[in-house]
């Protein structure tokens, strides 16, 4: 038999889960190739909820950009989850990002005994397939702002075989 999962856009228990890992991470260039944004860590902005826990209610990070003020300036965005900055000795999950010519990398490598993260990256929610990364973006209007549509990356499936005897699975 086997056991698949696949997912589309998150709900609202996968925002928390990535409010809970830390946020997000983001890359962002002007005009295709000046740095606007390294890595930026986004985070959850939280309140207690009656009855215990907490709800999300936006996000932040710091310090804070500002849209450059041309007109005609546009803006490339790349948003991946959960959040990492990982250690140079990393061997699994998230190893390494990196934005080499301008071009987001994040390097994954999976857990040998099951334990990996649930990788995602930020569209623009986009359906057609056509563009559903931030490219060309130009500046919004004052209280408008990005808002990214995170999908999974990744599909776990599973398996098991019997052996010819019935005893067990191998």
């Avoid at 207690?48 to 710091?62: A, H, L, N, R």
Wanted: charge should be negative; glycine fraction near 10%.
């Amino acid at each position: 038999y086997s056991d698949t999962r696949a997912a589309g856009i998150l709900g609202n228990n996968d925002l928390a889960s990535i409010a809970q890992n830390g946020g997000f991470g983001v890359y962002s260039y002007f005009l295709h190739t000046q740095e606007f944004m390294n890595n930026q860590q986004v985070t959850a902005v939280t309140r207690d909820i009656e009855g215990g826990g907490k709800e999300i209610v936006g996000w932040t990070y710091s310090p804070m950009k500002y849209w450059p003020n041309n007109p005609s300036s546009t803006l490339d965005f790349f948003a991946y989850a959960p959040y990492a900055r990982p250690a140079a000795n990393e061997t699994s999950g998230i190893i390494s990002v990196d934005d080499a010519n301008h071009i987001p990398i994040v390097s994954y490598q999976l857990d040998q005994y099951g334990k990996n993260v649930d990788l995602m990256w930020g569209t623009n929610g986009d359906t057609s397939g056509a563009k559903n990364v931030f490219t060309d973006m130009a500046k919004p209007s004052v209280n408008q702002k990005v808002e990214f549509k995170f999908k999974h990356t990744l599909a776990k499936i599973g398996g098991a075989a019997l052996n010819g005897n019935d005893t067990g699975i191998s």
